[in-house]
């Protein structure tokens, strides 16, 4: 049974830093793409960004430039390390994980997630 587990979400001030870590067990955690995807309340579920097996990153235009994707394989994590924090980043983030995914962005594409993890950015 494959399970994400993500961590590390928190309060900060704005324009503090937060690193969030998704933590899998039950598959090779190496081949699958891992993505990052947000929900603040009362909104949809935003996709923040991926990395693929070859840790090559992808991000929304939202956090591109503040927010980094790496993964540790040996240990089956992939952390989000969210810089320069504004209150409208304020969500739960959750992490999905595919083996292969045609869009990015795209919800359906995920095959297992998380529960998620609280971020919340005071003014």
């Known amino acids: 049974q494959v399970q994400l587990v993500e961590s590390g979400g928190g309060f900060v001030q704005a324009g503090g830093s937060l690193r969030l870590s998704c933590a899998a067990s039950g598959t090779t955690f190496s081949d699958h793409v891992i993505a990052w995807f947000r929900q603040a309340q009362g909104k949809e579920l935003e996709w923040v960004g991926s990395?693929?097996?070859?840790?090559?990153?992808y991000y929304a235009a939202s956090v591109r430039g503040r927010f980094t994707i790496s993964r540790e394989n040996t240990k089956n994590t992939v952390h989000l390390h969210m810089n320069r924090l504004q209150p409208e980043d304020t969500a739960v983030y959750s992490c999905?994980?595919?083996?292969?995914?045609?869009?990015?962005?795209?919800?359906?594409?995920?095959?297992?997630w998380g529960q998620g993890t609280e971020v919340t950015v005071s003014s």
């Open positions: 999905a994980a595919a083996k292969f995914v045609l869009r990015l962005a795209d919800t359906q594409g995920y095959k297992y």
């Open positions: 990395i693929g097996s070859d840790s090559s990153p």
